[in-house]
């Protein structure tokens, strides 16, 4: 799952919501710096305190919901058909990436999905991070692992502010992001859009009820 997915079951609380998004801004602003979820789930529910307690909650949130929806079958159905899709743009490149930007490239496009039906979630989802100190959050981090995350409030408030899951909604915008996660990792990037990229979002946004907790979304709204 990507972020606005995650944080479905908890726009109303804004540091469980951060939480959520906290295992990905860390490989973004602190390399290397890992929660573990089972040392969160020993620390809680006594040894942590709101805001931490939430926190805590939203980063073993993010690592359950991600147990459970990778195995789903139509997300594994729909990351054949993204390799397929990718892979004449990106004929040289190793399988593992391939595979990687497939992944990747199915769930940017599910929270497209959520945004093209109901595009307020996406505001409230940062009108919601708008409320959370971010210097807290690092505390969090720092107390937790023991590691530095100095990093971090400066990527929450860029996140924040560059508001950057609206570029799902368009394919060239939606290409442009994957190639940055792409070169973050260290990998050249010089590939066309995919001719199947439209297709695959159709697929994808056809195929939300079966990817997205059925508390968190009504499946049975109709797209515009």
């Known amino acids: 799952m ?4 995650h944080a479905l079951t908890v726009l109303d609380c804004p ?5 959520t998004a906290l295992p990905d801004w860390l490989r973004v602003a ?3 710096v890992r929660l573990r979820p089972r040392r969160l789930a020993l620390l809680m529910p006594d040894a942590l305190a709101d805001p931490w307690q939430q926190l805590a909650q939203g980063v ?3 690592y359950r919901d991600d147990a459970e929806f990778h195995y789903r079958p139509a ?7 993204a390799r397929c899709c990718v892979q004449e743009s990106l004929p040289d490149q190793s399988p593992h990436l391939l595979a990687f930007l497939a992944h990747m490239l199915v769930e940017l496009l599910l929270d497209a999905a959520i945004l093209h039906q109901r595009p307020e979630l996406g505001r409230r989802y940062y009108a919601q991070l708008g409320r959370i100190a971010p210097g807290e959050v ?8 023991g590691r530095s995350a100095a990093g971090l409030p ?9 508001r950057f899951l609206f570029d799902y909604l368009d394919d060239g915008k939606l290409w442009f992001r994957c190639g940055q996660v792409i070169q973050r990792l260290g990998c050249p990037w010089r590939a066309r859009l995919p001719q199947g990229l439209g297709s695959l979002r159709r697929e994808v946004y056809r195929h939300r009820a079966e990817l ?8 049975r709204e109709n797209f515009p």
């Not at 690092?138 to 937790?144: G, H, K, L, S, Y």
Request: proline share 6%; with cysteine; charged share 15%.
């Open 75 to 81: 997300f594994v159905a729909l990351c054949q058909q």
């Open 212 to 219: 997205l907790p059925d508390a968190a979304f009504n499946p």
């Open 60 to 62: 073993v949130q993010h």
């Open 138 to 145: 690092q505390r969090f981090v720092e107390a937790v692992t």
């Open 15 to 19: 540091y469980r919501l951060a939480g």
């Open 30 to 32: 602190a390399p290397g």
């Open 154 to 162: 400066a990527w929450i408030h860029r996140f924040c502010r560059l």
């Open 2 to 5: 990507n972020y606005l997915a």
